[in-house]
């Protein structure tokens, strides 16, 4: 393989700062707007380089993480300790306070198509099984 083409931008990349990226939730098209790299070369990058696929996939599997997390939350409900300012002997105070967050059937609607799609998809698949059979009346059969 020659050595012709521009130089490799990779030995210029910060790999923490590829992973804080993902976790932000950045898409494959971002992170290589962010890289000043084309999608293809970071697709290449991806198979050259174990270790930035690994800052890739580490940051995305935190970030979805979290995302799963809150999902759950919202579908099935929590309790928060929020802090809000209350007038006190006069005195304007933060004061923490326990809130609750009633379950939210689109969250669990969205949980359950996809992790239970067998039961709860939108789309059923319905099969019938045996055959039809058609059959046809000779005209003197007819009756008039």
Do not use: H
Not at 12 to 30: A, F, H, P, Q, S
Not at 87 to 97: A, D, F, S, Y
């Amino acid at each position: 393989m020659s050595n012709a083409g521009r130089p490799t931008k990779y030995n210029n990349i910060d790999l923490e700062k590829v992973t804080k990226l993902c976790r932000l939730g950045v898409t494959d098209k971002e992170l290589s707007d962010f890289l000043d790299i084309s999608e293809a070369t970071l697709n290449n990058w991806k198979k050259e380089y174990p270790e930035f696929l690994e800052s890739i996939k580490k940051g995305k599997v935190i970030s979805d993480g979290e995302v799963v997390n809150s999902l759950y939350k919202r579908a099935t409900g929590y309790t928060a300790i929020e802090e809000k300012p209350m007038l006190i002997n006069g005195e304007l105070e933060m004061v923490q306070t326990k809130k609750q967050y009633p379950p939210d059937s689109t969250a669990c609607f969205f949980w359950l198509k996809n992790r239970r799609k067998e039961n709860w998809r939108d789309k059923q698949d319905i099969s019938v099984d045996g055959g039809v059979n058609i059959v046809y009346a000779k005209d003197e059969d007819k009756e008039l």
